[in-house]
């Protein structure tokens, strides 16, 4: 298998990944069903914890593929990991750190105020590392858009369309209308990953041109 071939299936299998994960993402409205679907946030950020280096692994064979742009590849790779980092950190504090936390102290009346504000400040560094994480992927597609158009090696129109995606979705971060909610959150990386896999599509398929 080539390096392109490789690269562009973890872009795809790790966009998956990821997708799946917003599918199965539980919404927990009370401690009780936090401590009941304790398995399910577990298994699902699981999930998205082993997909995020299988798609830095991709981003780095399409950096690979478009390093002659001495700019925009290595600042969209840079910032893309910046975005992964702390998605990851989103991942560990609302899916492994909140469900164990709850599940220690839920039947400890003693501990019922502490947990609703240890909870609480869980929640809030959630939706921080995810925040940071919209706006580094949306500045990411841009660059990677703008490497794909100046370097040629994949057809113009993907970088167009991926400056596009990206321009739309820091946009809808910036208004609010993408926010960190399950929906929000959910809506962002569907628009993001739907790119992604084309992207993977044309490492797969494509030939990469001789140097000139």
Not at 15 to 34: F, K, R, Y
Not at 41 to 55: D, K, R, V
Not at 95 to 109: H, K, M, N, S, T
Not at 164 to 192: P, R
Request: charged letters at 10%.
């Amino acid at each position: 298998m080539t390096r392109d071939r490789f690269s562009g299936l973890a872009l795809i299998i790790g966009s998956l990944g990821i997708l799946v994960t917003m599918a199965l993402h539980p919404s927990p409205d009370s401690l009780e069903a936090l401590v009941r679907q304790k398995a399910i946030a577990i298994g699902t950020h699981s999930l998205a914890l082993a997909s995020i280096p299988i798609s830095f692994l991709g981003f780095l064979g399409l950096y690979e593929r478009l390093k002659k742009d001495h700019v925009l590849a290595p600042a969209a790779l840079v910032t893309h990991g910046f975005g992964m980092t702390a998605v990851m950190s989103a991942a560990v504090v609302s899916g492994l750190v909140a469900p164990i936390v709850a599940e220690r102290f839920a039947q400890d009346l003693n501990a019922q105020q502490p947990l609703q504000v240890v909870l609480s400040y869980n929640g809030h560094l959630n939706m921080a590392f995810a925040m940071v994480f919209m706006y580094a992927s949306s500045i990411a597609l841009v660059l990677w858009g703008g490497a794909i158009i100046r370097s040629r090696a994949i057809e113009p129109f993907v970088g167009w369309l991926g400056c596009l995606v990206g321009l739309a979705a820091l946009a809808g971060v910036l208004i609010g209308f993408l926010d960190t909610s399950v929906h929000g959150f959910g809506l962002f990386v569907l628009g993001t990953a739907a790119w992604t896999v084309l992207v993977g599509v044309y490492l797969m398929r494509s030939v990469p041109q001789a140097a000139s």
